[in-house]
């Protein structure tokens, strides 16, 4: 049996582990996940994504998904320093909670939203193909904002700060809190976006055996390329934005996967007392699958830059062209940048 030095010991190794872990883990997607952010805003507001109803939800995702990172993501930096805000104040402990809650959900949901998008687009009914609309997309954006600002307000009242830490205020609250987040998070909108994604990718081969269809497609590209320049790429920047939603989605599910297990893992043994190794252990493993979580939020503009060759050549072009620096300081961060009399017309 061993002692109680070699159980400090291994209690202090465990807790540097978690601490180094989650301080340079949170620190990383800090980074990542602004940078990232920061490039996803300035392609997906070009011209061919701002009319496209797909592009429009991945877009709203990355608001919550910045205040996840500047927010939340911060403030679990700063406990690493020993600097927790959430413990000193009653106020950021609800205030950080509510808003990893909500905003967590609202993130998925534009994903999952995205992904219906393209199942309209792809289906051969043309009233479903309707919901792939700009004007439903929308009204459907700021109708979700407000309805998971208000189903997550029950966090504020569970939420407390006992003892200097800023827990679940009753184990009651705790059970309730950990299966309503295990099925919502895990299995009600995994299996939606799954269920979606199946019947899309079904539609997408479905439209490819149809040799009418394909042919109709090809003439309609024919006379555009004639007539229409702009709308030769519709088509591919519906796929690619299809492509770059069903990756997302796959990243999502597996690396929700552990944090899931967890939660199933802390409800089961909730009224069981735990020694203070089996604790160290069960932050570890936490710490671990928050980690994998939270990632989601600032990994989609890499994601997109991995699946989507289009996606690429916008982000290229938007650097090469300087409107990187435009969009962010405006033409006047470089005196000699301005039209010329005799290249204007190459800056088209």
Same mark, same amino acid.
Request: charge should be positive; proline fraction near 3%.
């Given at each position: 049996?061993?002692?109680?030095?070699?159980?400090?010991?291994?209690?202090?190794?465990?807790?540097?582990?978690?601490?180094?872990?989650?301080?340079?883990?949170?620190?990383?997607?800090?980074?990542?996940?602004?940078?990232?952010?920061?490039?996803?805003?300035?392609?997906?507001?070009?011209?061919?994504?701002?009319?496209?109803?797909?592009?429009?939800?991945?877009?709203?995702?990355?608001?919550?998904?910045?205040?996840?990172?500047?927010?939340?993501?911060?403030? #679990?930096?700063?406990?690493?320093?020993?600097?927790?805000?959430?413990?000193?104040? #009653?106020?950021?402990?609800?205030?950080?909670?509510?808003?990893?809650?909500?905003?967590?959900?609202?993130?998925?949901?534009?994903?999952?939203?995205?992904?219906?998008?393209?199942?309209?687009?792809?289906?051969?009914?043309?009233?479903?193909?309707?919901?792939?609309?700009?004007?439903?997309?929308?009204?459907?954006?700021?109708?979700?904002?407000?309805?998971?600002?208000?189903?997550?307000?029950?966090?504020?009242?569970?939420?407390?700060?006992?003892?200097?830490?800023?827990?679940?205020?009753?184990?009651?609250?705790?059970?309730?809190?950990?299966?309503?987040?295990?099925?919502?998070?895990?299995?009600?909108?995994?299996?939606?976006?799954?269920?979606?994604?199946?019947?899309?990718?079904?539609?997408?081969?479905?439209?490819?055996?149809?040799?009418?269809?394909?042919?109709?497609?090809?003439?309609?590209?024919?006379?555009? #390329?004639?007539?229409?320049?702009?709308?030769?790429?519709?088509?591919?920047?519906?796929?690619?934005?299809?492509?770059?939603?069903?990756?997302?989605?796959?990243?999502?599910?597996?690396?929700?996967?552990?944090?899931?297990?967890?939660?199933?893992?802390?409800?089961?043994?909730?009224?069981?007392?735990?020694?203070?190794?089996?604790?160290?252990?069960?932050?570890?493993?936490?710490?671990?699958?928050?980690?994998?979580?939270?990632?989601?939020?600032?990994?989609?503009?890499?994601?997109?830059?991995?699946?989507?060759?289009?996606?690429?050549?916008?982000?290229?072009?938007?650097?090469?062209?300087?409107?990187?620096?435009?969009?962010?300081?405006?033409?006047?961060?470089?005196?000699?940048?301005?039209?010329?009399?005799?290249?204007?017309?190459?800056?088209?």
């Amino acid at each position: 049996m061993p002692n109680i030095t070699e159980i400090d010991s291994f209690l202090t190794t465990i807790n540097t582990i978690q601490t180094n872990f989650s301080r340079y883990g949170y620190l990383i997607i800090f980074i990542l996940g602004n940078i990232g952010s920061l490039l996803n805003i300035l392609v997906l507001t070009r011209p061919n994504y701002l009319r496209n109803s797909c592009s429009s939800y991945i877009l709203a995702s990355t608001l919550p998904n910045l205040l996840i990172i500047n927010i939340v993501i911060l403030f #679990r930096i700063l406990a690493t320093f020993d600097f927790d805000l959430t413990s000193k104040s #009653r106020f950021f402990c609800k205030f950080q909670w509510y808003i990893s809650h909500s905003m967590t959900l609202l993130s998925r949901t534009y994903i999952l939203l995205a992904c219906i998008d393209r199942w309209a687009m792809t289906s051969t009914i043309v009233r479903r193909r309707a919901f792939a609309r700009m004007k439903i997309s929308m009204t459907i954006i700021p109708m979700a904002g407000i309805i998971w600002s208000l189903v997550s307000i029950h966090v504020l009242t569970g939420q407390k700060r006992i003892k200097g830490q800023c827990v679940l205020g009753s184990n009651s609250y705790a059970i309730f809190f950990n299966v309503y987040n295990t099925v919502l998070v895990g299995l009600v909108i995994p299996i939606l976006m799954t269920g979606f994604s199946l019947v899309t990718i079904r539609n997408v081969k479905q439209l490819q055996n149809r040799v009418n269809h394909r042919a109709q497609i090809i003439h309609t590209i024919i006379i555009n #390329r004639a007539n229409h320049p702009s709308a030769v790429n519709k088509k591919s920047y519906d796929y690619q934005l299809l492509f770059m939603v069903l990756v997302q989605i796959f990243v999502y599910i597996i690396t929700n996967f552990p944090f899931v297990i967890h939660s199933i893992y802390v409800t089961i043994t909730i009224t069981c007392s735990n020694s203070s190794v089996q604790l160290a252990i069960e932050n570890l493993a936490l710490s671990i699958a928050y980690v994998l979580v939270i990632t989601n939020f600032c990994t989609t503009f890499y994601i997109y830059i991995l699946t989507s060759a289009t996606f690429r050549k916008d982000l290229k072009r938007l650097l090469l062209h300087n409107r990187f620096m435009d969009q962010l300081f405006g033409n006047g961060h470089n005196p000699q940048v301005g039209p010329r009399p005799n290249t204007i017309g190459n800056t088209r």
